[in-house]
């Protein structure tokens, strides 16, 4: 060997695989202004739609006048639920096994429901369109309280299920009942509570809020009448779900359909579902055979297209007085709006809420959600949670510390006492699921030691001393959060999207020169996806990550898989990769056994090639292997090195993380400043260390928003009073606080590589730290519990009412 031979370590290091710091490929063209998303996307002859909306939460239309609309110039139709009766289309069924109006037909249940689509040559014809579009409404009483909706006099909202006692999920109780849905034994639990020796009791409401991604929901969508086909350009996190619902919901067939899902700037579960625009769109471009574009605006986004949360949970933990729990019983009142659009797994009518014991050793547990109509946006959407996760892990965190301040015990040690021990996993909960792998004394008490917990506890007692002294207006508090998650949907066994199960897939082509194409279900929207799937595959097969190119989003040239939400990708996808990979690896194994004339038994792997074991000069390297697929492979065997996965996940993944915040409240004015914020994350092998930092930098930001001031309020009256970002708190790096970020790995024990996914984590975990925060700043002035989000104003009143203010 002479002294050009690289090294082990250069050998490896030339590959950027797995656990490399690696730059973001996508990036080069992002920072540069050169990213390709809808709204560039520019047709000849393209039209523009825009929707008129309802200015009532509830009302009768009584009569759609487009005459004067029609006489603007540059308007060329205008589109209403009887247009759309035509073609079939004037409802749409939704993901959880309802229907949605496409266009207000006789009714509108919902301010900013839309109600007429005006297309015309450009956004701005289309807009004063919309202005001369004339609606007779005949207003009646809105429904926005959801405690009111299931009262015997509460209006009738959904006329169209008028004498319907059962929905997709079972019996209704009522005419604005959706489902119950219950899990656990509820006997047991019962017991459990008429034993306990402490209980508590309270309801924790997770206000509605919304994902807001800072590109809007849109499309483009072309008819070629000669050829019958459709091509969608969208912003779709799921691109093959979108084509199959398109396909039956408008009886075109598959392969006529094209759908393609550019760059998008942000999705965060908004991007799921199948929003009106999208189908208005796409009769537009039939109707008057021309490319019909549709880009929603920040307000019609608040408003209209799914929110997320809004779950009322009303908590109790049974425990012993030494704070062992025995029991947890939770009712959860769901606020699904006007529909039941909810985007979750099709059996599925509370997402995977059913986690919702936590990280904790519960010997019996009972849940009950109900479902209900009220008149505000449907959706239901993630928003950074695995399907409804953070509302449950909000729930029991915040209740964990309500039992603690009952018991007078020290939060973190009351999660130490009930911890799942890692002896215990694979761990069967009393909600029924499977965890994979955790080690949670191990994270919480490293991050107990490296926050210096009990030195913070005793500065927290100083300042509350001082403040009973007079001697400070501040109070400080210590938010713990320990949050188990549940990613990775799903195992075809309990997961699927309207009949499809919920695997994913990749297909990797090598060419020649030792570089490949690799092409996935996924679909990323920032999660910097191109980047980190190459360093799986370098790291299987010894091919440089910079010569893998990772394309999504296009289902004519993808395999089929079902997008990127619940944190999904790396536990389904990138287990499809890697077993994808690992078939190339297995032929080019066949290859270089014949190449080196040797059996393949005889063949080590060795970083990035084939070495016959013992002799260490015999060795063919993954690049030489693939010139050699296209012109040496052994008689009989057929040229050229590809490979298809579909990978059937065996379970989910858990990913844990233990989080501290550190807060300090002013209570003359309730101006907070978050003093530090710790982030400890586990999950398990990590692929790309800096996108996971970057992943639990954003996530935090967005529980941060939610925990402190984000939410989409109605008034009594079905205003929505937090439409546009003038009053919807969107943090900007002014207000967001500095992350402390660290991890420990827990690899699952299923999964190829070991991954969990880690993109919604910090939200699960972030919103009831800084919750647990302010209600642990305010506890030794009475309180138990004050509702999320906690903006300067509430945290004013809380304090005024708790008397420290006078
Ligand atoms: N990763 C890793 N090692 C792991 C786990 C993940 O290096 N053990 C990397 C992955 O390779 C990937 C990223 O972290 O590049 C996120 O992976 P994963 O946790 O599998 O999540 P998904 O790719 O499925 O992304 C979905 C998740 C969700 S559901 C929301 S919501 C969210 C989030 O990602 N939306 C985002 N993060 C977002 N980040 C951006 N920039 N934009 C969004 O819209
Ligand atoms: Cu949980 S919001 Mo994401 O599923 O796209």
């Not at 509108?108 to 839309?114: G, H, I």
């Given at each position: 060997m002479n002294d050009m031979t690289p090294t082990r370590e250069q050998r490896t290091a030339a590959l950027e695989g797995m656990g490399c710091k690696r730059k973001r490929v996508e990036d080069i063209r992002f920072t540069q202004g050169k990213g390709n998303y809808v709204d560039d996307v520019k047709l000849p002859g393209m039209l523009h739609g825009d929707f008129v909306r309802s200015p009532h939460p509830h009302a009768r239309v009584k009569k759609i006048d487009d005459s004067e609309a029609l006489k603007v110039p540059g308007v060329l139709a205008v589109i209403t639920a009887e247009t759309l009766k035509t073609v079939n289309l004037a409802w749409m069924p939704t993901l959880a096994g309802d229907v949605q109006m496409v266009l207000a037909d006789g009714k509108?249940?919902?301010?900013?429901?839309?109600v007429a689509f005006v297309v015309a040559t450009d956004r701005y014809a289309a807009d004063d369109g919309i202005n001369k579009v004339v609606v007779e409404y005949e207003p009646l009483p809105p429904l926005i309280d959801p405690f009111k909706s299931m009262d015997a006099d509460a209006p009738v909202l959904r006329e169209d299920l008028a004498g319907k006692t059962s929905g997709a999920h079972g019996p209704r109780k009522h005419h604005n009942h959706i489902f119950e849905w219950t899990v656990g034994d509820k006997e047991l639990t019962d017991a459990a509570f008429k034993k306990a020796e402490v209980t508590i009791k309270e309801m924790i409401s997770y206000h509605r809020t919304h994902p807001s991604p800072l590109e809007t929901c849109q499309c483009v969508c072309s008819f070629d009448k000669i050829k019958g086909e459709l091509t969608i350009y969208g912003t779709f996190q799921a691109p093959h779900v979108i084509r199959t619902v398109v396909s039956l919901i408008a009886k075109l067939p598959e392969q006529k359909i094209h759908v393609i899902a550019p760059d998008i700037g942000g999705g965060f579960g908004n991007k799921v579902g199948a929003y009106p625009g999208y189908i208005c769109a796409a009769v537009a471009s039939i109707v008057t055979g021309k490319p019909v574009k549709w880009v929603e605006d920040r307000i019609e986004n608040l408003t209209a297209t799914s929110f997320a949360r809004d779950y009322h949970m009303t908590t109790e933990i049974a425990a012993t007085k030494d704070g062992k729990v025995t029991g947890l019983r939770v009712h959860v009142l769901a606020d699904h709006g006007a529909f039941d659009a909810c985007a979750d797994p099709s059996k599925w009518p509370a997402g995977f809420f059913n986690i919702v014991t936590g990280s904790y050793d519960f010997p019996t547990a009972h849940l009950a959600v109900d479902g209900v109509y009220t008149n505000k946006a449907p959706g239901g959407v993630a928003y950074r949670c695995s399907f409804r996760v953070t509302e449950a892990a909000y729930c029991i965190e915040r209740a964990m510390d309500i039992l603690a301040q009952k018991l007078n015990m020290d939060p973190a040690e009351l999660r130490l006492k009930n911890f799942i021990k890692s002896?215990?996993?694979p761990y069967h909960s009393a909600l029924g699921w499977e965890y994979d792998s955790g080690d949670y004394h191990t994270a919480m008490r490293k991050m107990m030691e490296t926050t210096g917990y009990a030195a913070l506890r005793k500065e927290q007692a100083e300042k509350r001393a001082a403040f009973a002294r007079g001697e400070t207006r501040e109070i400080m508090g210590l938010g713990v959060s320990f949050f188990t998650e549940i990613v990775g949907a799903g195992p075809s066994k309990n997961c699927d999207i309207l009949g499809i199960a919920m695997f994913d897939s990749c297909e990797i082509r090598m060419h020649p020169t030792g570089a490949g194409i690799a092409r996935m279900g996924t679909k990323s929207q920032g999660q910097g996806h191109e980047t980190t799937w190459a360093q799986i595959i370098a790291t299987e097969i010894g091919i440089p990550a910079d010569n893998i190119q990772v394309e999504e989003g296009n289902t004519d040239t993808a395999p089929y898989g079902l997008g990127t939400y619940g944190s999904r990708s790396t536990p389904v996808a990138g287990a499809a990769i890697a077993m994808a990979a690992r078939k190339i690896k297995a032929k080019a194994q066949m290859i270089a056994a014949y190449k080196l004339e040797v059996h393949e038994d005889d063949l080590e792997w060795d970083i990035d090639g084939f070495r016959v074991k013992g002799l260490p000069e015999k060795f063919m390297s993954m690049k030489d292997i693939c010139w050699a697929a296209y012109n040496s492979v052994p008689p009989g065997m057929e040229p050229g090195l590809e490979a298809v996965s579909y990978y059937d996940p065996p379970n989910m993944t858990y990913p844990f993380g233990a989080y501290l915040c550190v807060m300090d409240i002013d209570v003359d004015t309730g101006v907070y400043k978050v003093r530090r914020f710790y982030a400890l994350d586990d999950c398990g092998t990590r692929i790309n260390p800096m996108i996971i930092e970057g992943q639990v930098h954003g996530g935090l930001t967005e529980a941060f928003a939610i925990a402190m001031g984000q939410e989409i309020r109605y008034d009594e009256t079905g205003n929505v009073v937090t439409g546009s970002f003038m009053d919807f708190f969107m943090p900007t790096a002014v207000e967001t606080p500095h992350w402390e970020t660290d991890f420990t790995v827990t690899p699952s024990p299923h999964h190829p590589i070991g991954a969990k996914g880690v993109g919604e984590s910090p939200n699960v975990g972030g919103v009831p730290a800084f919750s647990n925060a302010v209600n642990d700043a305010f506890s030794f002035l009475g309180s138990t519990h004050i509702q999320m989000p906690h903006d300067y104003w509430r945290n004013w009143k809380a304090a005024k009412e708790l008397g420290a203010v006078a």
């Open positions: 509108v249940l919902f301010q900013n429901q839309e002896e215990q996993f």
